[in-house]
């Protein structure tokens, strides 16, 4: 039999404690819950995604690249710093919303990889013509330009072993000739002869000024000194092969490479853009 509703005083109070009983119900409590969730949802979502890069995000980036460098970053190294970490950022947040990180254990950097994946796939659905190959190879000749290579044998004059190297080395190249130059000098931790090594070679092995100085080495013979990152050496240029610029056969398979990871790094800067514009970026320092 259904309870009569008071009336009068009783009322009041009869109103007021009728609604505390539903909320006991399990099934009512959680559709309010649910309800709250929703509407905060709802509110977030009104706006745009804010990417905020506290205080804490900078001091990490800073011990990351402290203990990489074995220094502190500079204001320019900083900015660029969180503008990577703000692209990472906006790489994962994008990658979840269409669930590349479901049953996923794979670290976020490899989430923001994954999308950007995607869009190097679509870049290259259409391959490139040969006139945009050539266009891109003409584009970028000094890419291809063919260095030189050398094939030289040097006496080393070291200034550890020496007080006057260089003096030492002048005086070395009158009396240095085919029969003795391996008896002269002191003894180095590479080869006494290089053949057929490029500049970029010479370079890493003797250093910018060796190099630079080689390539302007005229004639034959013996000559010298010529200054290296350890020190004088008389050098005998035995082969020169001057560097050039190929043509488009010759090189149009790294061109074809090239041309497509350009495509890539584009569609990912595009891809990127149209993805920050929609995101406020609050950095705070």
Same mark, same amino acid.
């Given at each position: 039999?259904?309870?009569?509703?008071?009336? &009068?005083?009783?009322?009041?109070?009869?109103? !007021?404690?009728?609604?505390?009983?539903?909320?006991?119900?399990?099934?009512?409590?959680?559709?309010?819950? &649910?309800?709250?969730?929703?509407?905060?949802?709802?509110?977030?979502? @009104?706006?745009?995604?804010?990417?905020?890069?506290?205080?804490?995000?900078?001091?990490?980036?800073?011990?990351?690249?402290?203990?990489?460098?074995?220094?502190?970053?500079?204001?320019?190294?900083?900015?660029?710093?969180? $503008?990577?970490?703000?692209?990472?950022?906006?790489?994962?947040?994008?990658?979840?919303?269409?669930?590349? %990180?479901?049953?996923?254990?794979?670290?976020?950097?490899?989430?923001?990889?994954?999308?950007?994946?995607?869009?190097?796939?679509?870049?290259?659905?259409? *391959?490139?013509? /040969?006139?945009?190959?050539?266009?891109?190879?003409?584009? $970028?000749?000094?890419?291809?330009?063919?260095?030189?290579?050398?094939?030289?044998?040097?006496?080393?004059?070291?200034? %550890?072993?020496? !007080?006057?190297?260089?003096?030492?080395?002048?005086?070395?190249?009158?009396?240095?000739?085919?029969? $003795?130059?391996?008896?002269?000098?002191?003894?180095?931790?590479?080869? %006494?002869?290089?053949?057929?090594?490029?500049?970029?070679?010479?370079?890493? %092995?003797?250093?910018?000024?060796?190099? &630079?100085?080689?390539?302007?080495? !005229?004639? /034959?013979?013996?000559?010298? *000194?010529?200054?290296?990152?350890?020190?004088?050496?008389?050098?005998?240029?035995?082969?020169?092969?001057?560097?050039?610029?190929?043509?488009?056969?010759?090189?149009?398979?790294?061109?074809?490479?090239?041309? /497509?990871?350009?495509?890539?790094?584009?569609? $990912?800067?595009?891809?990127?853009? @149209?993805?920050? @514009?929609?995101?406020?970026?609050?950095?705070?320092?």
């Amino acid at each position: 039999m259904a309870q009569p509703v008071p009336k &009068g005083a009783g009322c009041f109070f009869w109103c !007021a404690l009728e609604p505390v009983k539903y909320l006991k119900d399990p099934l009512v409590a959680f559709l309010l819950i &649910g309800a709250a969730i929703f509407g905060v949802d709802a509110w977030r979502s @009104s706006g745009p995604d804010v990417v905020r890069v506290g205080s804490l995000d900078i001091e990490r980036l800073q011990d990351q690249w402290q203990m990489q460098m074995g220094r502190q970053p500079t204001e320019t190294e900083l900015d660029g710093l969180i $503008n990577a970490h703000v692209r990472e950022e906006i790489f994962v947040r994008e990658a979840r919303k269409i669930g590349l %990180d479901d049953n996923d254990v794979i670290i976020r950097r490899r989430l923001a990889q994954k999308l950007t994946f995607l869009t190097e796939d679509v870049a290259l659905l259409e *391959p490139p013509t /040969d006139a945009e190959r050539i266009e891109f190879f003409q584009a $970028n000749a000094g890419r291809y330009r063919i260095p030189a290579r050398y094939s030289f044998s040097h006496v080393y004059f070291s200034p %550890d072993a020496r !007080a006057m190297p260089r003096e030492d080395a002048i005086a070395a190249a009158h009396d240095v000739d085919e029969t $003795n130059w391996r008896t002269l000098g002191d003894s180095f931790m590479l080869r %006494d002869t290089f053949t057929d090594v490029s500049e970029a070679d010479v370079r890493k %092995d003797f250093g910018a000024r060796f190099a &630079g100085s080689l390539a302007k080495l !005229a004639g /034959d013979g013996w000559q010298g *000194p010529v200054e290296s990152a350890y020190g004088y050496h008389l050098v005998r240029v035995d082969q020169r092969t001057p560097a050039r610029a190929p043509g488009y056969e010759e090189v149009k398979e790294k061109v074809a490479g090239d041309l /497509d990871a350009k495509r890539r790094e584009d569609a $990912n800067a595009r891809y990127y853009e @149209s993805l920050r @514009s929609r995101y406020e970026i609050e950095v705070e320092r």
